[in-house]
Structure formats: C-alpha cells, structure tokens
C-alpha cells in the first residue's frame, strides 16, 4: 500500500533552514505529482509546494515563495522541501502527500486533488 513518511524537522531558529525529506513506497512514484503541506497549531492545513511527477514543473504559496524549493529524486522514491530564511510564522506539521491522478502535467495546490498523505513532521522556529 502507499506509504509516505516525513522527516527532518526540528526546532530551528529565525533566519535558518532545514530540509525535509519524504520517502515514499507502494506506488510508481516517478508518474506521480506530489505535494508539501502544512497546519500551525488552530489552523487549517494549508498548501506549501508541489511538483509535477517529472519536477520540472512547480508551484509555491506566497508566503514561501523565494524561501523555500522542492524538488525530487525518482530514483530514491524521495521528494525534499528545502526552506531557507525560516521564520516563526513557518511553526507548523509538514505533510507531504501524493496525486491521485498520475501523469498530471501540472501540480495541484488543492489538498482534495491528494489522495494520501505522511504522518508529518513538526518544525518550529524558535528563538
């Protein structure tokens, strides 16, 4: 079955960085768009980045675009989101998640376009 697990997060401080990984399995990743998500404390899950299944097409929010990059490696099953410039307002759980249409030529920052998601990883930033 589809298993996705994040890693990477930690407690950092403001202006630093950190890279998440999400290693994936149970499905041909490499036809598959992927997604990062996030939820802060008493917010709702919000969209951070997506790349298409080839990762050369991909999407940012505002609020991370310029701050952050994702990108992929089919070959280890693995998608990373690097953030750079961290600031307290990225406090959240990171989710990654998976398309559940394969090939799409473009990434979707709809959270009901994924189909299945990792448990998270927590990232806070913290002075």
């Known amino acids: 079955q589809v298993q996705l697990v994040e890693s990477g997060g930690d407690l950092v401080q403001p202006g630093g960085s950190l890279r998440l990984f999400c290693a994936a399995s149970?499905?041909?990743?490499?036809?598959?768009?992927m997604g990062w998500f996030r939820q802060a404390p008493g917010k709702e899950r919000e969209f951070v980045a997506a790349?298409?299944?080839?990762?050369?097409?991909?999407l940012y929010s505002n609020s991370v675009k310029g701050r952050f990059t994702v990108s992929r490696d089919n070959a280890k099953n693995t998608v990373y989101l690097q953030m750079n410039s961290l600031k307290s307002e990225d406090t959240a759980v990171y989710f990654c998640?998976?398309?559940?249409?394969?090939?799409?030529?473009?990434?979707?920052?709809?959270?009901?376009?994924?189909?299945?998601w990792g448990p998270g990883t927590q990232v806070v930033v913290s002075s």
């Open positions: 790349l298409s299944w080839t990762g050369g097409r991909t």
């Open positions: 998640a998976k398309d559940r249409i394969s090939d799409r030529s473009a990434p979707s920052t709809a959270s009901g376009q994924y189909d299945s």
């Open positions: 149970g499905f041909t990743f490499s036809r598959y768009a």
